[in-house]
């Protein structure tokens, strides 16, 4: 989970513009993670969440309230969100 400034900046550093931020939530300090993203997954989180508001300026597809999102994808997984559905598959796993 990212809860110091430090591991953000790390994660911020490794995050490639197009990829799906998987985070157990999302708030004003990982806005740079939020632009890179091309799609938002979160743990928890609602319709007014941050995740869910942000995404829908930024235009992408987001997923809040999963419980286990972070709990299921590791970084470097490849996956697809449907946001119609609500449903983030695994396609390939990096490990």
Request: net charge negative; with cysteine.
């Amino acid at each position: 989970m990212l809860t110091d400034m430090a591991h953000v900046k790390e994660v911020v550093d490794r995050m490639k513009k197009g990829n799906i931020l998987v985070a157990h939530s999302t708030t004003p300090e990982l806005m740079k993670l939020c632009d890179l993203a091309a799609g938002i997954v979160t743990d928890q989180g609602g319709m007014l969440s941050h995740a869910a508001i942000v995404s829908r300026e930024l235009n992408i597809p987001c997923i809040v309230a999963t419980g286990i999102t972070t709990q299921i994808f590791k970084d470097g997984d490849i996956i697809e969100l449907d946001a119609d559905t609500g449903v983030a598959t695994r396609i390939l796993s990096d490990n």
